[in-house]
């Protein structure tokens, strides 16, 4: 399986802190996206990053890969309480026409 | 709003029940997803229809049944569930069945069932 896994599982933070969390996975992939998830929501798509990209920014976000490492990170700066919510890594290989799913990092921003 | 709708948001039924989800999407994308996410998993691809046709069934029980009567509708029709299928039920579309291209889903709100 590719799956993903995303690390910490739990991450509590305060208001103008950095969030990182990371993802690792199994097998060679051809991108990788990062997903938002608020409680009880559907995902919302934050970044895409391709096989041949180390770093991407967009806003406050901040994404790296390592594909020797089979590795991605995702940092949120100077987080606020409206990022509270779940962050999900999805992989997909260079055949897929699925992304694989990870469990998740549940993050909370208290003021 | 992400441009997919679905309805209800949430569904109580019992296991002898029948009820249906709908999911709408308004974004012109012509493949649409059905997942499944339980607490503390990950989420669970279900089926997939591209152009109307489904091309992925993941092992998933007969007690649900798809149905995409067109691109932009997506139907999950439910039937003598058990308390393990509660639940939130996700439509997600994309503009084609392509992950490996990088192609973004966009996510409904979802559906919060409970089968009692």
């Known amino acids: 399986s590719q799956q993903g896994e995303e690390d910490p599982q739990a991450l509590s933070i305060q208001e103008g802190e950095n969030a990182t969390m990371n993802c690792s996975y199994k097998?060679?992939?051809?991108?990788l996206q990062w997903y938002r998830q608020n409680s009880g929501r559907g995902l919302v798509h934050l970044i895409l990053?391709?096989?041949?990209?180390r770093e991407k920014h967009s806003g406050r976000l901040r994404v790296t890969l390592d594909t020797s490492k089979k590795s991605s990170s995702l940092l949120i700066t100077a987080s606020r309480a409206a990022d509270t919510a779940s962050y999900f890594c999805?992989?997909?290989?260079?055949?897929?026409?699925?992304?694989?799913f990870g469990p998740g990092t549940r993050l909370s921003v208290l003021p | 709003e992400t441009g997919v709708t679905q309805t209800p948001r949430h569904l109580v039924m019992g296991m002898t029940n029948k009820k249906s989800l709908k999911c709408e999407q308004h974004?012109?994308?012509?493949?649409m997803y059905w997942y499944k996410q339980s607490a503390k998993k990950p989420l669970e691809l279900m089926f997939v229809?591209?152009?109307?046709?489904?091309?992925e069934n993941n092992s998933v029980p007969s007690r649900f049944s798809p149905e995409c009567p067109n691109s932009s509708h997506l139907f999950l029709h439910l039937h003598t569930l058990q308390p393990e299928d509660s639940a939130l039920y996700l439509c997600?579309?994309?503009?084609?069945?392509?992950?490996?291209?990088?192609?973004?889903?966009?996510f409904g709100p979802g559906t919060r069932l409970l089968v009692l």
């Open positions: 997600a579309s994309s503009q084609g069945h392509r992950a490996a291209i990088g192609e973004t889903q966009y």
């Open positions: 097998t060679s992939i051809n991108n």
């Open positions: 990053i391709r096989s041949n990209e």
């Open positions: 999805a992989t997909a290989d260079n055949y897929g026409q699925n992304f694989v």
């Open positions: 974004l012109g994308h012509n493949a």
């Open positions: 229809y591209n152009f109307k046709e489904q091309t």
